[in-house]
């Protein structure tokens, strides 16, 4: 079966241009592979600037790669011309970290949720505008909200205004970019639940992007995380969370309040690095870094169907699978190792 | 620093080389000045021979290159008025302005600037309703009817100055006035928000805590504060100048290149409006240029975002 | 002449420090810059609109209508002996009728000036927000190029070369302003792509299109209504500027500068001439400057 959403060696580099001086360029993804089923929900996770948003605007087409390509039920989205492009946002749809900036802050929210339908010309004013208030209600906004502006609005009714003008269409994929990050933690938990239900109703997939691990377990299938602009490991949920394998992910469990996890599991505070270049990109704050770490960059490993892995030194994972584990570390270490001595 | 000096420069370049091939379209898209400038019963061989003399046979772009190329060889055309050089007879009127708007600025710095660290500091008092009264008005006015009241007061009434002209010293007094005062009255606005804006900073109430004295505040802080603001809209101050200066020189009579533009204009001497045209661009620019990189100098953080 | 000064914020008085110093100084305080003021400005700017609209009928006399045994009459209202409530002109036409048409024609300028600069700016303003390549940045190239330069000369040289007409006096007063609402707008547009709703819009589907009109005009309008106060005295002075330099309306037609300009050879003999279009002029750009910044002010409280 063809995956909805597929990316295949997915980069960007971002240019600033600088006057009389050579341009910069940053790469913000470096060769992500991902796929999601329909239906599915993939949770992205990684700290600030390692690629997150980039990589959501560029599933979404909204944004070209400058390397690889992203495919949309088989077929490549820059093949799509203008017409078909416009055709593709009522399928593909994003809901953004901060509501507020998302608004028009003068219009009512009713005209602002209906407005998808009139753009794609899928009905008349008067339809749109009852269907809006279906939609409204779908969300749990009360009906007297409808002719507010967002300024009357708080942050998490603003949220559930955004998403269900994102929803207006029927889309097939979901982008939600820290959807939840801006709103209060007892909001961020009614509209996660929210969140849920409708994906369970509307059957779309979508890529949750976050930083806050917390949130994850609560929506995601299976989670990705990225370092710097590379996937580090991408697995079941379950399993992320029981057992992460790379040392990054561990630490980013360990950084949650309350974790079991010990203190060594933490990040140094190391300098970050920008430039990936020959070796690990994480290698001046791992806890477990080693000599080779420094100067060979580690490959991606499948360690299962759906688990992958980019790490020298994987942790060892608990008992009852241990057999399967020890297999593919006892596989990585050598394809390790032969590169060694090619190199 | 180079590379922040060599940005306002190639702007500044950018900016006469804009304005030049601006002037020069436009000046030429009226079609030529021949036939106004012959008699009616000029026969067309006359006029044939007139406009190939002058070069108005030529394609546009022809004329432009040929008189870029000059204009860099210091050659700026004939005014056809007269047959002299543009450059000169622009040039030779230019000290005339320079006089009225130089002495035009140090009025209005020595007014403007103390008038509204005054109304900043005194806040509230009648002192700062009483300039900002006088400075909305002077900043109401246009330089015309300023020139006319004080003409009424000092020359017609009064009879203590003469009302135009530019023989003697005393020819100076009412031009001046009139250009300082109105400048000095926008500026006075200026500098009282500047001064206002700097004292309502963090580092200022922080020094104030510290027990620090009024007046050491004000000559340490605050003051050199407004003084980058002031430094910001200097050049703008002077555009104003310049602009308002051909108001004056035209009510006064006085002999600058104000008057002259306005005088070749309605003559459609071409080479001489270009040339006067470009003047006082590049007047302007170069005080933009060095206002600029005094800032620079004066305020170093820009530098990197400047480009 | 004004020196508009751009960025100009001016802070609103703060009332405790208006302590009481008696009732007079608290009545003259409030006059010369209390809100009193901004009520008087919009008083006087309403007679202005009446004025503009109704000087066919307002005026007591045709004001082209010349007696020439009539000339110079000194005003009525100040005990002249004249027919002419303010006085006559050197061909013997009422002062105050030719005021009042004057005053019509300078604001009917001033008005379609300023609207064609915010529509020419507003409309360059999102272009350059748009297309960030070659256009966009020839266009704010042109904004910083004309902001650094006195206007008033390329004014003169335009009317110069193409010679005198109405429409040309508006579009040159449009061209005087549209850089200011360029920068504003342009500044306001990216905003709104890059950290607002229009960017959301987008993702929607929404076209620029939809996006500008539908969206970011609505919501830019009151910065854009204050920057046309702002603008619209200079309007106004440059336009007699311009008629006083005999670069604007054409006799018999009339305007505030035109008059002005006529009366300079008779200030001795007839001062009302001059006295009476300055004073107009006077008073409507300061009751606008007061208007602006009065609202700018409350712009910033909010
Ligand atoms: N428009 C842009 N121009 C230049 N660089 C950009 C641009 N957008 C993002 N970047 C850079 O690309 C990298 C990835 O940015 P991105 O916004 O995708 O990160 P993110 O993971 O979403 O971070 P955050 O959690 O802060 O939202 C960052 O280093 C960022 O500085
Ligand atoms: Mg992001």
Sequence with gaps: MTPLIRAEALSHSYKTRRFLRPNLSHMALDGIDLSLAAGETLAVVGESGSGKSTLGRMLLGIERPTGGRVSYEGRDLSSFGPAEALRLTQDLQMVFQNPSAALDPRLAVISQIAEPLLIHKLAGLAEARSRAAEMMERVGLPPPLANRTPKLLSGGQRQRVVIARALMTGPRFVVFDEAVSALDVSVQAQILELIRSLRRSGGFASLFITHDLRVVRHVADRVAVL????????????????????????????????????????????????????????????????????????????????????????????????????????????????????? | MTGFVLGRVLRAVLTLLVVLSLTFVMLRMTGDPTRMLLPDTASDEMVASFRAHWGLDQPILMQYLHYTGNLLKGDAGLSIANGRPALLVATERLPATLKLTTTALVLMLLIGVPAGILAALKRGSIWDRSVMLLATLGFSLPGFVVSIGLVYLFAVWLRWLPSSGSASLRHMVLPVLTLGLAGAAGLARYIRVAVLDVMERPFILAARASGKGRAAILWQHVLPNAAISLVTILGFM????????????????????????????GMRDFAVVQMLVILFT?????????????????????????C | MAFSTRAFRQRPVDPSRASAKGQAGLWLRAMLLGPVTATLAKLWLISVLVIAIGAPWLAPW??????????????????????????????????????????????IVAIIGTLTGAAIGILAGMVAARRRGVLGEAIMA?????????????????????????????????????????????????????????????????????????????????????????????????????????????????????????????????????????????????????????????????
């Excluded at chain 1, 079941?236 to 974790?259: D, K, N, V």
């Excluded at chain 3, 004014?155 to 005087?176: E, M, T």
Aim: glycine residues 10%; proline residues 7%; aromatic residues 8%.
């Design chain 1, 227 to 343: 370092y710097l602009g590379r996937l580090v490991e991408e697995g079941p949920a379950r399993q992320i969370f029981a057992a992460p394998g790379h040392p990054y992910t561990r630490a980013l469990l360990a950084a949650i309040p309350g974790s079991p996890l010990p203190r060594a599991a933490r990040l140094h505070a190391g300098e970050i690095r920008r430039e990936v270049g020959l070796g690990c990109a994480l290698v001046s704050r791992c806890p477990v870094a080693s000599a080779l770490c420094a100067q060979l960059t580690p490959p991606l490993v499948r360690l299962a169907p759906g688990r992958r892995l980019t790490c020298h030194h994987p942790l060892p994972r608990p008992a009852p699978r241990a057999q399967g584990a020890e297999a593919a570390t006892a596989g990585l270490v050598h394809s390790v190792a032969s590169q060694e001595e090619s190199a």
């Design chain 2, 238 to 265: 002077v555009a104003g100048l310049f602009g308002g200066s051909i108001i004056i020189e035209q009510v006064f009579g006085w002999p600058g290149i104000g008057r002259l533009l306005l005088e070749t204009v």
């Design chain 3, 62 to 107: 045709d004001y082209t209508y010349q007696q020439p045994l009539l000339r110079l009459s000194p005003p009525a209202l100040f005990g002249g002996d004249s027919p002419f409530w303010l006085g006559s002109d050197h061909l013997g036409r009422d002062t105050l009728s030719r005021s009042l048409y004057a005053m019509r024609f300078s604001l």
């Design chain 2, 282 to 306: 590049a007047i302007v620019t170069l005080c933009n240029l060095t206002v600029d990189i005094a800032y620079g100098i004066l305020n170093p953080r820009i530098q990197a975002t400047a």
């Design chain 3, 142 to 302: 042109a904004v910083d190029i004309q902001a650094s330069l006195p206007f008033l000369i390329f004014a003169i040289v335009v009317v110069g070369v193409f010679g005198k007409s109405f429409w040309l006096i508006v579009l040159i007063i449009g061209i005087a302003g549209w850089e200011r609402y360029a920068r504003l707008v342009r500044g306001l547009v990216l905003d709104a792509e890059t950290h607002g709703y229009a960017g959301a819009l987008r993702v929607v589907g929404a076209g620029t299109g939809r996006i500008y009109l539908h969206h970011v005009l609505p919501n830019i309008l009151g910065v854009l209504m204050v920057q046309m106060t702002l603008n619209f005295p200079e309007s106004i002075l440059l336009e007699t500027s311009l008629s006083f330099l005999g670069l604007g309306v054409q006799p018999p037609m009339t305007s505030l500068g035109l008059m002005i300009s006529e009366s300079r050879n008779y200030i001795v003999n007839a001062p009302w001439m001059a006295a009476v279009p300055s004073l107009l002029i006077l008073l409507t750009t300061l009751a606008f400057v007061v208007l602006g910044d009065n609202i700018r002010d409350r712009v910033a409280r909010d």
